[in-house]
């Protein structure tokens, strides 16, 4: 794997701490890049995640399914971006998400267990995966808040302004999912401020 490859996930672990070469290579010498095409599932519903994943390229949104079999949205992420079910990960216990990619999307795979490792040889990396938690633990509050304090289109609204990229390439049922509303609901917000 060449270092073009790993270019953005060196650029967002610097932008929260600074590894030595020497460290960017054990990390490197830990990792795999994988492709996973538009539909296919990088964690199912069930199983462990054991492991925590960046995305170089792509999109991914997090579902449960209800009863009925519907696909309900709780997050998404794009590249640039850490992806895990960190409840599953840190209790080693079978995931209530499922990870799928909506388009052809290429991710970094570093397993928990060289993740571990790595926590143990490069306390610098230890630090990162508090951060990676406190970022993951904002934003789920952040969620739960918006949910509970604004209105549809006030949602819709942060949504367009803190994820511009995303409201363009998730498809419109996803987007009415996180946000909290049906998709006619959404597609009349829209509809109203164009």
Request: net charge negative.
């Amino acid at each position: 794997m060449d270092g073009v490859d790993l270019f953005l996930l060196r650029q967002a672990i610097d932008a929260q701490v600074s590894l030595t070469e020497e460290e960017w290579n054990q990390l490197r010498a830990c990792v795999r890049v994988r492709s996973f095409s538009k539909n296919e599932l990088l964690l199912k519903e069930g199983s462990v995640c054991n492991y925590l994943i960046f995305i170089l390229s792509g999109a991914v949104v997090y579902y449960s399914l209800s009863e009925k079999g519907e696909e309900i949205t709780t997050d998404f992420a794009l590249e640039g971006s850490w992806v895990t079910d960190n409840r599953s990960r840190l209790s080693q216990t079978p995931s209530h998400l499922n990870i799928k990619a909506i388009e052809p999307t290429e991710v970094v795979i570093i397993a928990e267990s060289d993740l571990n490792e790595l926590y143990r040889q490069i306390p610098k990396m230890e630090h990162l995966g508090r951060i990676l938690i406190e970022q993951a633990y904002v934003r789920l509050v952040q969620l739960s808040l918006d949910l509970q304090i604004l209105s549809a289109e006030e949602r819709y609204l942060k949504l367009l302004r803190d994820y511009p990229a995303a409201v363009k390439r998730l498809p419109l049922y996803h987007i009415a999912n996180y946000l909290g509303v049906a998709p006619k609901s959404l597609s009349r917000i829209r509809g109203k401020l164009t």
